[in-house]
């Protein structure tokens, strides 16, 4: 019987190199869309954060207006914040640069200001304080203009 000599390879147990490459790519891809998942859900936005982003754009708007010699005001309203530039005759020109423009709080976040909006920064508007308060339900934080510098911190009930 010729057919007997003919030697069969007995059915593979186990998976291939290529196949075990696959299914790792699988995993690692899926670990990554968890991982991307949840990593936005811990950078949600909060009071503090909110608070030192309004005292970095602040003092670069300051600083701005000052080494350009022009006068630039703080624009507030109560679900957000921007910038404008101030023509000679008074009027103001909102900024709408991704760098100073409108800025929106999030849902649920308020300010309020210790001097009625806007606040001129610069030149002309130097030497005058003014505190900004970031709250959502029980957190504050305050951010206090000097007229040359900024600063963030917890509120506590300190006032200029």
Known sequence: MRGADIT??????GMTLVEMLVVLA???????AVALGMGS???????????????????????D??????TIAFTVRKDGYGFAVMNRDGGIVPRTDKAFGFHQLPGGMVMTLSVKPPVVLGVDGAGKPMQAVIESGQRKWTVVYDGMTVRAFPATGLKL
Request: net charge negative; glycine share 8%; aromatic share 0%.
């Open 26 to 32: 699988i995993i690692g891809v899926m670990a990554g």
């Open 8 to 13: 069969e390879r007995p059915s593979e147990a």
């Open 41 to 63: 859900v811990t950078r949600a936005p909060s009071v503090e954060t909110e608070a030192r982003r309004l005292a970095t754009m602040l003092q670069s708007a300051a600083d």
């Open 65 to 70: 207006a000052m080494l350009g010699d022009r």
